[in-house]
């Protein structure tokens, strides 16, 4: 467990906990609400079409499974003994061999249907063709409970992993992705640029890449 002491507007002091299976429901509660809205993922699994929440449920639940089956880094900001906040961080080769998974795209075929499944890896070989060399590690699920938007957590869990992507020299960086232009000025002022678009229908899906050194330190910022 590691703490962090970034402040927040409640001053309660966040702490940073790695996940493990037992949290994975809340993981879900807490994913689910913040991709059900998003542009990227509306259009991945069509929103129009009737079911569209339980494919968004089950892309959630089959990539949760997925990463931790894959024994990757997952962490999360706990407040008062509450989770608030969750990353699931990807090694540098795991994006590049998403599409290799037999197994998991059986499962998403099933659970999330052929076309949406179909769609989500012509979205990641799009963003595949954009990742810098050396590859980055990838921040592919983030996101924050509702309850505790705009208190600074999300802040603190980007500085969490961006200081495990640090511990790790395997990567030259962190990338992520977002399809909401309005979380882009958090994303520049933590430092990360854009390596390009893609479009999806009638928006672009923003890829973005932060440099991250191995001595501890993210591109002239300390995570201390």
Not at 94 to 117: K, P, Y
């Amino acid at each position: 467990m590691m703490s962090n002491n970034n402040e927040n507007k409640n001053n309660v002091e966040p702490v940073i906990v790695r996940l493990d299976e037992e949290a994975t429901n809340e993981a879900r509660s807490i994913l689910f609400s913040a991709y059900r809205d998003e542009p990227t993922f509306q259009y991945l699994f069509d929103h129009r079409r009737p079911g569209y929440e339980t494919r968004v449920r089950a892309t959630i639940r089959e990539l949760i499974d997925l990463y931790l089956e894959l024994d990757q880094e997952a962490i999360g900001v706990m407040v008062d003994d509450t989770l608030v906040a969750v990353a699931f961080i990807g090694d540098p080769e795991l994006r590049m061999n998403l599409t290799e998974q037999f197994g998991w795209r059986i499962r998403m075929v099933l659970t999330a249907g052929f076309a949406s499944t179909r769609r989500y890896l012509d979205y990641h070989h799009k963003i595949r063709e954009l990742l810098p060399q050396p590859l980055a590690h990838q921040l592919p699920l983030m996101g924050v409970n509702p309850k505790y938007q705009n208190r600074g957590y999300g802040r603190v869990l980007l500085k969490a992993v961006e200081k495990l992507c640090s511990e790790n020299p395997r990567g030259s960086g962190l990338v992520l992705d977002t399809g909401n232009s309005r979380y882009l000025p958090f994303y520049e002022s933590e430092g990360f640029r854009s390596l390009g678009k893609i479009r999806l229908g009638d928006f672009e899906d923003h890829v973005l890449f932060r440099e991250v050194h191995a001595d501890g330190k993210a591109m002239g910022e300390s995570l201390g």
